[in-house]
């Protein structure tokens, strides 16, 4: 099976910019999972989606983000407007049922706010 | 406040020798407890759990180790190879999200 696609893979940005995240979760995985990964530093929940609605958002640092997942399938990430601190790796998992199940992370994608 | 701890930033360790990864955690309602590694470049890949009504789990060259009362658990490879080298992370859940900790990186030389 295909595993979760992330994209782009890197993005480097201008502060005030706009940046547009996408995560295609594994076929079938109600459960998407957006994280993030500051330099050094552990990797922070940022939100928790069950099929189209948002499960758990309390992660979410501010609301300059935004997360969507339309019809249940992939999810965007939409950070506007950017600023420095937001650089780090953004990573999206899926799982398939809740509670003991691990998640299926993505390679990421690098941002660079500059 | 950091609720999964890894201390160890770093652990270098011989080929064929035991690498032994720890990890503390401070909330007494995680029930779940998992181990990822991730190498440069990719997403971190699951290697193992560990429920809370155990104390061990093992697969293959991999065991963890959890200690309820202390609040601490491991995860012990042996033999070390090579291929071993990467970032591990410890992470754990008491409800649907994991809370990870900073990572060990691990080099495994020859």
């Known amino acids: 099976e295909a595993g979760v696609t992330q994209f782009p893979s890197h993005s480097v940005i201008e502060k005030g910019q706009t940046v547009t995240l996408r995560c295609d979760p594994i076929s079938g995985h109600d459960n998407l999972y957006w994280y993030r990964r500051v330099m050094g530093k552990e990797i922070k929940f940022l939100l928790h989606f069950v099929k189209e609605s948002k499960q758990d958002e309390s992660g979410m640092p501010n609301n300059r983000f935004l997360a969507e997942r339309t019809g249940g399938t992939y999810s965007t990430l939409k950070v506007q407007p950017a600023e420095l601190e937001d650089s780090g790796v953004y990573f999206c998992?899926?799982?398939?049922?809740?509670?003991?199940?691990?998640?299926?992370f993505g390679n990421g994608t690098r941002l660079t706010v500059t | 406040d950091q609720q999964v701890k890894q201390n160890s930033p770093s652990l270098s360790v011989q080929e064929g020798r035991i690498s032994i990864l720890n990890c503390d955690y401070t909330?007494?309602?995680?029930?779940?407890f998992l181990w990822y590694k991730k190498y440069p470049a990719e997403g971190p890949t699951f290697l193992i759990s560990?429920?809370?009504?155990?104390d061990k789990n093992e697969d293959g060259r991999f065991t963890v180790f959890l200690n309820k009362s202390a609040k601490h658990l491991s995860l012990h490879i042996v033999p070390s190879q090579p291929g071993d080298s990467a970032v591990y992370f410890c992470a754990a859940s008491a409800t649907d999200k994991l809370i990870f900790g900073t990572g060990t990186r691990l080099q495994v030389f020859p």
């Open positions: 560990i429920s809370s009504i155990k």
């Open positions: 909330n007494s309602m995680f029930d779940y």
């Open positions: 998992a899926s799982s398939q049922d809740l509670g003991y199940s691990p998640l299926h």
